[in-house]
């Protein structure tokens, strides 16, 4: 097509890489955002930083139950760099918690909201003592899908508002359910500043200004308590 410069934001980070190889061998510059690719063919990469991201929903989580008790987290995509480093981080802040038990945290979602709403079910079923309690005490959530997927699955099984559920992104029906206190709280980024930056860099790179390799756009924790700042709204 004769392009002269690419914004790609990679579902997979493998199965781009020879895309990009390409691209970068016919002079043709790639600036990655939101999800990272394994290569070094790219330009730059502009995102939010995913393992700090999902590290802060961790220690929301341990927060809001006290540094005690068990907790699961439903994965979202293999092969999805942005959520893994987001999965990382959680479980990195859940390890240096000695209070906090991960019963499940092997389970994956899928790239769609119905996929994380069946795998929610099935994670939740086994955890479902005989009088109907769940017998966990807090989620964690990577991505809007699996977010959205829980949410469904707790409010349908008469769960929500009763475990304490961290999840990551946002959607009209999130912040609804963030108010109502069916979620304590959203990890969020801004995926606005990652499409303008992409642009930005690809077009400062085409007309030989130096770009950096790796920037970052930003990770936000709301909560009920904060979520009707400007700011928060804006991202919301």
Same mark, same amino acid.
């Given at each position: 097509?004769?392009?002269?410069? *690419?914004?790609?934001?990679?579902?997979?980070?493998?199965?781009?890489?020879?895309?990009? =190889? $390409? =691209?970068?061998?016919?002079?043709?510059?790639?600036?990655?955002?939101?999800?990272?690719?394994?290569?070094?063919? #790219?330009?730059?990469?502009?995102? !939010?930083? &995913? #393992?700090?991201?999902?590290?802060?929903?961790?220690?929301?989580?341990? @927060?809001?139950? $006290?540094?005690?008790? @068990?907790? *699961?987290?439903?994965?979202?995509? /293999?092969?999805?760099?942005? !959520?893994? $480093?987001?999965?990382?981080?959680?479980?990195?802040?859940?390890?240096?918690?000695?209070?906090?038990?991960?019963?499940?945290?092997?389970?994956?979602?899928?790239? !769609?909201?119905?996929?994380? #709403?069946?795998?929610?079910? $099935?994670?939740?079923?086994?955890?479902?003592?005989?009088?109907?309690?769940?017998?966990?005490?807090? *989620?964690?959530?990577?991505?809007?899908?699996? !977010?959205?997927?829980?949410?469904? =699955?707790?409010?349908?099984?008469?769960?929500?508002?009763?475990?304490?559920?961290?999840?990551?992104?946002?959607?009209?029906?999130?912040?609804? +359910?963030?108010?109502?206190?069916?979620?304590?709280?959203?990890?969020?980024?801004?995926?606005?500043?990652?499409? #303008?930056?992409?642009?930005?860099?690809?077009? +400062?790179?085409? @007309?030989? /200004?130096?770009?950096?390799?790796?920037?970052?756009?930003?990770?936000?924790?709301?909560?009920?308590? &904060?979520?009707?700042?400007?700011? *928060?709204? /804006?991202?919301?």
């Amino acid at each position: 097509r004769g392009v002269t410069g *690419i914004v790609l934001a990679p579902l997979d980070d493998i199965a781009l890489r020879g895309p990009v =190889a $390409n =691209a970068a061998g016919s002079g043709i510059p790639v600036v990655i955002i939101d999800s990272d690719l394994k290569s070094d063919d #790219y330009t730059s990469f502009a995102a !939010t930083d &995913n #393992y700090l991201g999902g590290k802060l929903g961790g220690q929301e989580l341990i @927060r809001l139950l $006290n540094g005690k008790g @068990r907790v *699961i987290m439903l994965r979202c995509l /293999e092969g999805s760099a942005s !959520t893994t $480093n987001r999965e990382q981080g959680w479980l990195d802040a859940m390890a240096a918690a000695p209070g906090m038990t991960v019963v499940s945290s092997n389970q994956y979602g899928g790239a !769609t909201v119905e996929t994380a #709403y069946r795998a929610s079910e $099935n994670i939740l079923a086994p955890l479902t003592d005989a009088s109907g309690n769940l017998t966990i005490d807090g *989620i964690f959530t990577p991505n809007e899908s699996t !977010t959205f997927g829980m949410l469904r =699955a707790l409010q349908d099984g008469g769960h929500a508002g009763r475990v304490r559920f961290v999840g990551f992104d946002s959607s009209i029906k999130l912040v609804e +359910a963030l108010r109502n206190k069916q979620l304590n709280a959203l990890v969020l980024q801004n995926p606005f500043a990652m499409g #303008y930056v992409g642009v930005k860099t690809v077009v +400062a790179h085409l @007309r030989g /200004e130096k770009v950096e390799k790796r920037i970052d756009t930003g990770v936000t924790l709301v909560t009920p308590a &904060n979520m009707d700042q400007p700011e *928060i709204q /804006e991202l919301l």
